[in-house]
């Protein structure tokens, strides 16, 4: 699980070297990565370029279907209530994140809300390293 939210802080860190918010994101099934993403708000000046929608549609693409039967989503920070949308939509299976998101995450309050969305959901995955890097991004950006 590790190598997988190893493979979500190195898109962390592409975001970060383009001075979006570093969050990072990708799709695994069957044991392996189907898709990649990470924010790309600033550059696309697009709202909704998440890391995790990025990799939802990514990953339809991949498939060629909307629907993501047995996939997990790892992210490194909790999804947002628009991204929850999103992986509730495309069926996805189990996320795993790194950092609660205060402000804005839901994907377990989302996750029992809903009738027959069994999300299984898995938090806390390379804390550290999830924290460190948004933490360092909005240190500098406040200097």
């Not at 549609?57 to 997990?72: E, S, V």
């Not at 804390?127 to 500098?140: D, R, V, Y």
Request: net charge positive.
């Amino acid at each position: 699980m590790n190598k997988f939210m190893f493979e979500a802080l190195k898109q962390a860190n592409k975001a970060y070297k383009k001075r979006e918010v570093p969050i990072g994101a990708i799709i695994v099934k069957n044991n392996k990565i189907i898709s990649r993403a990470y924010n790309k708000k600033e550059k696309s000046k697009i709202a909704t370029h998440h890391a995790e929608i990025l990799a939802i549609n990514k990953a339809c693409k991949k498939l060629k279907n909307w629907r993501l039967i047995d996939c997990t989503l790892y992210v490194t920070v909790e999804p947002c209530l628009m991204c929850c949308g999103a992986i509730i939509q495309s069926r996805i299976k189990k996320v795993v994140y790194g950092i609660p998101n205060k402000n804005y995450g839901g994907i377990e309050s989302v996750s029992n809300s809903f009738k027959n969305t069994n999300i299984i959901v898995e938090k806390g995955i390379m804390e550290s390293e999830c924290l460190s890097i948004l933490q360092k991004f909005f240190n500098e950006k406040r200097n």
